[in-house]
T-cell receptor
Framework: DTAVSQTPKYLVTQMGNDKSIKCEQNLGHDTMYWYKQDSKKFLKIMFSYNNKELIINETVPNRFSPKSPDKAHLNLHINSLELGDSAVYFC???????????FGPGTRLTVL | QQQVKQSPQSLIVQKGGISIINCAYENTAFDYFPWYQQFPGKGPALLIAIRPDVSEKKEGRFTISFNKSAKQFSLHIMDSQPGDSATYFCAASTNYGQNFVFGPGTRLSVLP
């Protein structure tokens, strides 16, 4: 039973395309996150979201948008993909009032 | 002020040796300091964490030392094993997971 799952694991696409990455957690958590890990392994939070509040890192381009159909899912939509978007994207979840974040296995996005 | 600094960038240790990774922060509002371990192709996973009300926490071969006045904390891995080879991230957060910030990571290689 995977606690936090992401699909796809690999995504290769052309510049200018629109793509989505899906994330699901079965931990019953109420807060979910998206992180970007660049080629130097630096982890940067992009969004945190619970049923009350979306917090956006101001450095994230508005081409990126999270969409949550329900508490267990937080999908990441990316419009007009650019070469610099190539990275590994991680979804994570936590329970509000607790500190530990649980990460998914990551999605490696390559923009050609 | 939100930054967490981490050193060294990479570390090579012989099997059985002690691995030490150091982190420093500026924001005195941080109240939770976790360490995450990431193996290649996997998402980060919580290894051990500490709050500022204690100066040391030990779990098996892993120990966090915390110096509140210096705003520094470190991870010590005793009797390092080749299976410990991974990237280690320190992090800090406030308010039960808000303002979660990762350090840049340390790539640890333990030689057999």
């Amino acid at each position: 039973d995977t606690a936090v799952s992401q699909t796809p694991k690999y995504l290769v696409t052309q510049m200018g395309n629109d793509k989505s990455i899906k994330c699901e957690q079965n931990l019953g958590h109420d807060t979910m996150y998206w992180y970007k890990q660049d080629s130097k392994k630096f982890l940067k939070i992009m969004f945190s979201y619970n049923n009350k509040e979306l917090i956006i890192n101001e450095t994230v381009p508005n081409r990126f948008s999270p969409k949550s159909p329900d508490k267990a899912h937080l999908n990441l939509h990316i419009n007009s993909l650019e070469l610099g978007d190539s990275a590994v994207y991680f979804c994570a979840s936590s329970q509000s009032g607790a500190d530990t974040q649980y990460f998914g296995p990551g999605t490696r996005l390559t923009v050609l | 002020q939100q930054q967490v600094k981490q050193s060294p960038q990479s570390l090579i240790v012989q099997k059985g040796g002690i691995s030490i990774i150091n982190c420093a922060y500026e924001n005195t509002a941080f109240d939770y300091f976790p360490w995450y371990q990431q193996f290649p192709g996997k998402g980060p996973a919580l290894l051990i964490a500490i709050r500022p009300d204690v100066s040391e926490k030990k779990e098996g071969r892993f120990t966090i030392s915390f110096n509140k006045s210096a705003k520094q904390f470190s991870l010590h891995i005793m009797d390092s094993q080749p299976g410990d080879s991974a990237t280690y991230f320190c992090a800090a957060s406030t308010n039960y997971g808000q303002n979660f910030v990762f350090g840049p990571g340390t790539r640890l290689s333990v030689l057999p």
